[in-house]
């Protein structure tokens, strides 16, 4: 792919404020090792667990070690004029921006809360700055599992069933909640922090007890915690790459080397198998195909995004082929050299390297169409 004589000038953001902090630097680790150094000048971009931007050299080592002190505090105004990352530099009566970098383009790995919720998403409408993946509004509805899932009913898109509850509740009424929860299924219950990814907070419930301890761990991580139906299913991932015309990777399966497909067992052990392509039946595999595109376009995604499905281990009926139930989108997947998103798309045809490039051109693609639409009312003549 060519961008031109100049080398495009990425800003790549991780770390970040959310509990995936560890698996964003992971995920910073793989694109650096990949990215083709003759078409990128990247600038590293740490955020740390407190919220604080840092530039400097080696960023990300810097992270990785917790050697912070060596970096500079950065910033990134919200105006539209200019797209240029700043320093904090000190002064005797205090600090001065300082022009630190100018960006063409983001491509933000910020996991979670404060990064793929559309908070920063925002900040770079903002800035006027062109980004990669979905923006504000499908950020945030990617991020809300009990909001998603809403969604995927009114368009018809089967999803197990499920309520959400708020730390407020669990507080107050405890059993209210808990009664709540056992009239929903039987066990197992699942119990998940409605905003946040990579299996952070989720447990498998098989007792009340366990759903108590379940639910105050949840309420760790967010205000609102989802509560569903567990079922004996496997777990199918498809990747999703594009804007308006998006195209759906072939599906791939998760073996977990746990009860489920956990934190550990993704980032971990590095025990848990992936099938690519998942061994199902074609039928099946054209529908989550389609129902991964039709979730894509349903919350306005853009850039890419990996979507999670459910799929019974075995069919209700004689004859009939097993159910499929969309659990999740994810719009910010895990980019390390062990995750499904860029795994799926190499078995499709387009190798990590291509994959990065092709995120960017999107990125550009999303920012030209917002660059041409109207700011002001003109009155006709």
Known sequence: ?????????????????????????????????????????????????????????????????????????????????????????????????????????????????????????????????????????????????????????????????????????????????????????????????????????????????????????AARYDRRVLIEQGIHAREIEVSVLGNEEAQASIPGEIIPSREFYSYEAKYLDGTSQLLIPAPIPDEIARQVQEFALRAYHAVDCAGMARVDFLLEKEASRPGDLPKVYLNELNTIPGFTQISMYPKLWEASGIPYAELIDRLVVLAMERKRQRDALERRFRREA
């Open 1 to 217: 792919m060519a961008f031109g004589d100049q080398r495009v000038r990425l800003g790549l953001i991780f770390g970040g404020r959310s509990g995936e902090h560890e698996v964003s630097l992971m995920s910073a680790r793989s694109i650096l090792s990949a990215i083709d150094p003759s078409k990128y000048q990247v600038t590293q971009i740490g955020i740390t667990h407190q919220g604080e931007w840092l530039v400097g050299e080696n960023v990300l080592e810097a992270m990785e070690q917790g050697a912070h002190g060596r970096l500079t505090t950065a910033t990134l105004l919200p105006q539209p004029s200019r797209q240029v990352l700043y320093q904090l530099s000190p002064r005797d009566d205090g600090e001065m921006l300082e022009v630190f970098a100018e960006l063409d383009v983001i491509f933000p790995l910020l996991h979670g809360s404060f990064g793929e919720d559309g908070t920063i998403q925002g900040l770079f409408e903002l800035a006027d700055l062109a980004y990669v993946g979905a923006g504000v509004l499908g950020s945030a509805l990617g991020m809300d599992k009990g909001a998603f899932k809403d969604i995927m009913r009114a368009y018809q898109i089967p999803v197990v069933k499920y309520i959400i509850v708020t730390e407020k509740e669990i507080e107050r009424d405890l059993q209210g909640v808990l009664r709540r929860a056992m009239a929903l299924s039987d066990f197992p219950i699942f119990v998940k922090p409605a905003n946040l990814g990579s299996s952070v907070g989720i447990t498998k419930c098989l007792s009340a007890s366990d759903l108590i301890e379940a639910l105050h761990e």
